[in-house]
């Protein structure tokens, strides 16, 4: 069945430093990928997204990027701070006119040491 | 512009005994969305909703799990009875018919003793 692989699990950076999380889908249908940050006791908070038609995206100290052909997408953080230590979770479904259905990948706990 | 609100926010019930949780989606969002969400896991799509329309339930364990959309805005998800297993963060997300955007809210956070 459809299958999101995320690696690491665990990841530990200095502030200041980037952090990469990468991850894996199955379903070649996939056209939608977000991004979530989850912090403790919280629901998910979408940070960024994107579409199959977009290889690269960028908001501020985040960005995407898409490998449609090798199937995975990968979250970057630049300048990380202390408050950007949160568990992420990356996703992928096929677009909307379809059952809307987010595959989440197993989330990586990201820690940023003062 | 208030968020999508679930109650309570913390549940803790014997096993055997029911339990309901409440969501209010985003004022206007025609989709909503129940999910499961295990200890160190990623979010599970348990029920999707159009409106008061359940559009994808395949993944809602029916013999035990229920829930509703009476007039198309909040919903209600019980389960009868609870098992130990189901103790979880049972989450609930909406999005505007035809957008991708899920936005989630809190959960809530169930413990079965």
């Known amino acids: 069945g459809e299958n999101v692989e995320q690696h690491p699990s665990t990841l530990s950076v200095q502030e200041g430093d980037s952090a990469v999380i990468k991850c894996t889908y199955s379903d070649s249908a996939s056209n939608y990928f977000p991004w979530y940050k989850q912090e403790l006791g919280k629901g998910p908070q979408l940070i960024i997204d994107?579409?199959?038609?977009?290889g690269e995206k960028k908001d501020q100290r985040i960005a995407v990027t898409l490998n449609k052909t090798a199937k995975h997408f990968s979250l970057h953080i630049t300048e990380t701070q202390p408050e950007d230590s949160a568990v992420y979770f990356c996703?992928?479904?096929?677009?909307?006119?379809?059952?809307?259905?987010?595959?989440f990948g197993q989330g990586t706990t990201l820690q940023v040491k003062p | 512009e208030a968020g999508v609100v679930q109650s309570p926010r913390y549940k803790i019930i014997e096993k055997k005994q029911p339990v309901a949780f409440w969501c209010n989606p985003i004022s206007g969002h025609n989709t909503l969305y129940w999910y499961l969400q295990n200890l160190g896991q990623g979010p599970e799509l348990l029920i999707r909703?159009?409106?008061?329309?359940?559009?994808?339930d395949s993944q809602l364990p029916k013999d035990r799990f229920s829930a509703e959309r009476l007039k198309g805005v909040d919903s209600t998800l019980k389960i009868q009875p609870a098992e130990l297993g189901d103790s979880a963060v049972y989450l609930c997300?909406?999005?505007?018919?035809?957008?991708?955007?899920?936005?989630f809210g809190p959960g809530t956070r169930l413990t079965v003793l």
């Open positions: 994107i579409r199959s038609n977009v």
């Open positions: 909703y159009e409106n008061e329309e359940a559009v994808d």
């Open positions: 997300a909406s999005s505007l018919g035809g957008e991708d955007t899920q936005y």
């Open positions: 996703a992928a479904s096929r677009s909307s006119s379809n059952t809307g259905k987010l595959i």
